[in-house]
């Protein structure tokens, strides 16, 4: 009837050594995952076969006579206490500096945390335990795990005593947190599930959609000021093939899609960037329902693409503002216009005439001796 077992061993005399071998064993051989928060004074032959221990810095040192200074210490440690107790993995807890995954077959990483403001550490690792239990029964990756267990730890440590921590917290923390480039980029399904999540907590969807291709400092501002608008900020960018649908001018897009998606996402501003393959984003739209479809430039709120089925279901539609002189066609057409005077005037030197307040190129320097010589 459980999907998991959890062992927490103070040694105060419940978790004796009979028992917790006799609970490791059972749960193994019913393929349970069985997941330890060891004892500093105890011998860890108790835990042999369990999935995994999670040992703070201290009780490390105190298991493998190693010092634990840095990621490699911590991941030679691991190492030896996979193989020494037959674990399938270890999490070693490194307070400020996160959680050291450790596998059996010697694959490790450290899974940093961010930055809190600590009010009591009590109750922090039981926190840890339950959420790697909790994860661990529903299948969930090593890797992932020591992810929600930063998360988890450092709610817990925010509080003064212990105090459960929900997963409206936990959900909230990961939302809002910073993440990765690579993160923010979803594909419509994983996307759905993200807004369903903010949605939940009664996070405002703000959507914006185009093409991107050169990112400018116009992008910049009307994305910056789209994001004060709501909670959570979507980009949903034009594919290649998109791209070239809308009849933009040859050569178009400039970028690549993957590589529009990437600059649009180390953007702190944007929360998340899906890409579509239609000419609208009204699939986009249908599936996301976003409370506000917004977009920058010239368009009047009548011609905004899509307003028509936001409004339907009670969103809102709204311009935002626009750089004046900054566009995307005509930097395009600037650079190009300056290539092709500067092939004129140079014979096709490739240099591109300076505009104010750009830096000359340096002098070219005389031929060497024996280049004069080659070139002879």
Do not use: W
Not at 65 to 92: K, M, N, P, S
Not at 215 to 228: K, M, N, P, W
Not at 269 to 297: M, N, Q, S, W
């Amino acid at each position: 009837e459980h999907n998991a077992v959890l062992i927490s061993d103070y040694a105060k005399g419940v978790c004796t050594p009979p028992i917790v071998r006799l609970a490791i064993e059972q749960a193994r051989r019913l393929g349970l995952p069985v997941l330890v928060d060891p004892a500093s004074s105890v011998d860890y032959q108790n835990y042999r076969g369990a999935t995994a221990i999670t040992p703070n810095r201290l009780e490390t040192k105190l298991a493998t006579g190693r010092e634990i200074r840095g990621d490699d210490d911590a991941f030679q440690a691991g190492r030896q206490l996979c193989q020494q107790f037959q674990l399938d993995y270890v999490f070693i807890t490194l307070d400020s500096d996160g959680i050291a995954l450790v596998l059996a077959d010697g694959r490790a990483e450290r899974f940093p945390t961010r930055r809190r403001q600590v009010y009591d550490i009590t109750g922090a690792g039981d926190m840890v335990l339950a959420m790697i239990g909790v994860g661990a029964a529903e299948g969930v990756p090593p890797d992932r795990l020591a992810r929600l267990a930063n998360v988890a730890g450092g709610l817990e440590v925010e509080q003064l005593g212990v105090v459960p921590i929900s997963r409206e917290q936990i959900l909230a923390d990961l939302l809002s947190g910073s993440h990765r480039t690579h993160e923010k980029i979803c594909d419509l399904q994983q996307l759905a599930r993200h807004v369903e999540a903010r949605r939940r907590l009664g996070h405002r969807i703000v959507l914006t959609n185009g093409c991107f291709d050169l990112l400018h400092a116009g992008h910049v501002t009307y994305l910056e000021q789209a994001a004060r608008e709501g909670d959570c900020l979507i980009v949903a960018i034009n594919s290649d093939s998109s791209v070239r649908r809308l009849g933009k001018e040859p050569g178009r897009p400039i970028f690549d899609q993957q590589t529009r998606a990437a600059m649009l996402a180390a953007l702190e501003a944007v929360d998340y960037v899906t890409i579509f393959d239609e000419t609208t984003p009204h699939a986009v739209i249908e599936r996301i329902r976003p409370d506000l479809l917004v977009k920058g430039g010239t368009y009047s709120q009548d011609e905004i693409v899509g307003r028509e089925l936001v409004e339907a279901y009670g969103g809102q539609v709204k311009p935002l503002g626009l750089v004046p002189g900054i566009s995307t066609t005509a930097i395009v057409k600037r650079i190009r216009g300056q290539a092709m005077a500067s092939t004129d005037a140079n014979f096709g030197a490739g240099t591109i005439p300076l505009t104010p307040g750009d830096s000359a190129p340096p002098e070219p320097k005389p031929p060497t001796q024996q280049a004069q010589r080659k070139a002879g």
